[in-house]
């Protein structure tokens, strides 16, 4: 399965308002909530999982780059939601430098082995900086799921 196969363009967020990385997670829930992407009653449980993560270390990886993730006993699929920040969100990132692109993911408890192999994918994906200019300079929603559907990463589903 292909990174972009977990992301419609109602998944796809052009020009992220946050500053800071919770506001930054928060901001995205809230539009998946708005788009009837992920149940409301298990909105709060996500968030709730996403701040004991965050809360761990930082998921700003680096290089402009953020992953929150989590997992949910309340899911039965993966939730991803991709943002980009033109003006870069603080989110404590290991390298400092401020984060233009989060990918946001939950994945089901039993889907363990795909939470794994999904970080990774992405991790490898947005290590490539001509992936990261490409997606800085889309225009348009469908732009940025074009770029990350034409990348190699795949992630493997159990199903």
Request: negative net charge; glycine residues 4%; proline residues 4%.
């Amino acid at each position: 399965m292909k990174l972009a196969s977990l992301l419609t363009v109602e998944q796809v967020m052009l020009d992220m308002k946050s500053e800071e990385h919770w506001p930054a997670i928060v901001e995205l829930v809230e539009h998946l909530d708005k788009e009837s992407l992920l149940a409301p009653e298990n909105k709060e449980d996500v968030l709730a999982a996403l701040q004991v993560r965050e809360d761990q270390i930082s998921t700003g990886i680096g290089s402009g780059v953020a992953i929150p993730h989590a997992f949910s006993d309340k899911l039965e699929h993966v939730v991803a939601m991709f943002g980009r920040s033109k003006d870069g969100i603080d989110f404590e990132a290991l390298d400092n430098a401020p984060v233009n692109f989060v990918l946001l993911f939950v994945v089901p408890k039993k889907d363990y082995h795909m939470h794994l192999q999904t970080l990774a994918a992405i991790a490898k994906m947005f290590n490539n900086c001509e992936v990261r200019q490409q997606l800085a300079e889309a225009e348009t929603r469908r732009e940025i799921l074009e770029i990350l559907g034409s990348r190699p990463s795949r992630i493997h589903s159990e199903r």
